[in-house]
């Protein structure tokens, strides 16, 4: 990407150090990082998780605790823009809290990962855009603060905008929400947006869509931004430049074009060889013997229709159709990836078959057991046959309990093992099977990085020996290397223990390395199903080739 007519040098990090305290310890979470980005460009910041991508970030705009974190060295400079659009040159570090307050939000902007813990669950997302705005405008109207908000929810593709203005973050998706925490950050027009992994949680074509406005608003105004991501497809398409951490330092950086075709440092190419893209492609199940093998799973009419209510009687006025007639048979011992937007269904879809969500109507049988209409008490034995993995392992593994307990606990109630003594073992079997340590039994959940705790939830579901497993968006937030572990370990457990998958995600790279048949999902209904190699390959709707074309692909 050029970049000739915005060389303004906005942004100047040099030999910077982040310290952070943990008890007696001293973590160096950022050693020795420079880097420099003009007015107008963007800057990828890659890496693993616990790299130092996010702190840098936050020492940049002073957003780390100031109880615990220092900069012994190191100074950052910021161009900063004055209200008569005059520039002068500050050192972040060294700023008053009022300067700081001035700048944040205004001129520098940040993007957070996670939507959820970012926006007030108290608040309409309209009040807190406006919000936004009008601390830095004080002078600008009710009125013309709403009007602006709304174009903002416009512009990052909210549907519906002047209605969702009124609702509050738990009534929006996840895609829907972090689409809002951009409008938040992009309202104010920022000289420099610092957006922390901010499509991660999307959908291919959301993301695509994220990515269009951010360069076009960059072209219009000038703006700089810093890209902090995992997905080297967002980085061929957006940055000019590149950087990639490892433990707190800056090993590689480099234009774009150059360091992904050219990689110099090991580990550079260590992360780019782990991109599905360029894994090591595995053996599938044959097309003609994957036809003649018997159904698993076995969906027929399945409905889940959400009743809306309005009025002070609280009438039902209308339903919102999650799962609108679906028809679905799962192979034993195949993997079969479930694909669409964020609110298309998929989610529902994997639960109600699971019964973990209320059935409208329809059927689903699993090993020719009808499971619709049973009692909780009627399910308690079919459970241990069919388990779900949870997209965020964080919030899914109680935070007080040793993983111990959250292993052994369900085999206990589903009387497998012969005592406590047996069961403990068979947990870390099961763990180790997961490639994790024996050891880790007696740990708890915030001891263990995000790819450690997605393996201890696929563990969880391992421990009572299912035969068909929900694997709901597992690798969405996890590192291309963690992620590659995870994919690769999912194929070897189905080939042990010849389980069944259902995978629902939005990467279609992992869609195509991983699963034997492909389904795509639209407003609750099924657009195109079939062998993944034809879906991907040779889609026949509309719909499925958009979002093919959405995904950002590294071409090497």
């Known amino acids: 990407m050029s970049n000739k007519n915005n060389k303004i040098p906005l942004l100047n990090v040099k030999n910077l150090y982040t310290h952070l305290r943990a008890g007696k310890n001293t973590v160096k979470a950022v050693d020795g990082v420079s880097f420099s980005l003009n007015k107008g460009e963007t800057f990828c910041l890659v890496g693993e998780s616990g790299s130092g991508k996010s702190i840098c970030a936050l020492s940049i705009i002073q957003l780390l605790p100031a109880g615990i974190s220092s900069h012994p060295q190191g100074e950052i400079f910021y161009h900063w823009r004055d209200d008569n659009n005059d520039y002068r040159k500050v050192n972040t570090l060294e700023l008053e809290d009022d300067d700081l307050r001035q700048i944040r939000g205004a001129r520098i902007a940040m993007i957070f990962q996670e939507p959820m813990t970012s926006l007030n669950p108290v608040f309409t997302i309209g009040e807190q855009i406006i919000e936004a705005l009008q601390l830095h405008h004080p002078d600008l109207s009710d009125a013309d603060a709403k009007k602006q908000a709304i174009e903002a929810l416009k512009e990052v593709q909210i549907p519906k905008a002047s209605t969702r203005f009124d609702n509050y973050p738990h009534q929006l998706s996840g895609g829907q929400r972090q689409r809002v925490m951009i ?184 090993n020719n057991k009808e499971l619709v209409g049973l009692t909780a008490k009627e399910l308690r034995p079919l459970r241990p046959h069919m388990q779900i993995a949870f997209q965020d392992p964080q919030s899914s593994l109680n935070p007080r309990l040793q993983i111990m307990t959250t292993l052994v606990e369900p085999m206990a109630v589903h009387g497998i093992g012969e005592n406590k003594e047996d069961r403990i073992e068979r947990a870390a079997q099961i763990l180790e099977q997961v490639h994790l340590s024996r050891d880790y039994l007696w740990r708890y959940p915030h001891e263990f990085s995000g790819g450690q705790r997605q393996r201890i939830g696929l563990a969880r579901a391992l421990v009572v020996n299912p035969e068909f497993i929900v694997c709901d968006e597992i690798t969405s937030a996890l590192d291309v290397s963690v992620q590659a572990e995870v994919l690769q370990l999912l194929l070897e457990i189905r080939q042990k223990k010849d389980l069944t998958l259902l995978f629902i995600t939005h990467n279609i790279s992992v869609v195509e390395y991983l699963s034997d048949e492909t389904v795509v999902m639209k407003a609750g209904k099924i657009i195109e199903q079939g062998l993944t190699a034809d879906v991907c390959g040779n889609p026949q709707k509309a719909y499925t080739q958009k979002l093919l074309e959405a995904v950002p692909r590294l071409v090497l």
């Open 183 to 366: 409008a938040m950050a992009l309202v104010c027009k920022p000289d420099l947006l610092i957006a922390d992994e901010p499509t991660t949680a999307l959908d291919v074509t959301v993301q695509a869509e994220i990515l269009r406005l951010m360069k076009d608003l960059q072209k219009r105004n000038g703006m700089a931004i810093l890209f902090i991501t995992h997905d080297f497809g967002v980085v061929a398409q957006m940055a000019h430049k590149v950087g990639v951490m490892k433990q707190g330092k800056l090993v590689e950086t480099g234009n774009s074009e150059e360091l992904l075709h050219h990689p110099q440092h090991p580990y550079t190419q260590k992360l780019l060889a782990a991109i599905p893209e360029n894994l090591a492609k595995p053996i599938k199940t044959n097309p003609e013997s994957l036809k003649n093998q018997e159904n698993l799973v076995v969906v027929k009419k399945l409905k889940v229709w959400f009743p809306i209510k309005k009025g002070l009687l609280k009438r039902v006025v209308d339903h919102v159709k999650a799962v609108d007639d679906i028809d679905l048979n799962i192979k034993k011992g195949s993997i079969m990836s479930l694909v669409g937007e964020s609110g298309c269904g998929k989610t529902t879809l994997g639960r109600a078959i699971l019964q973990l969500e209320k059935v409208t109507s329809g059927s689903v049988k699993i």
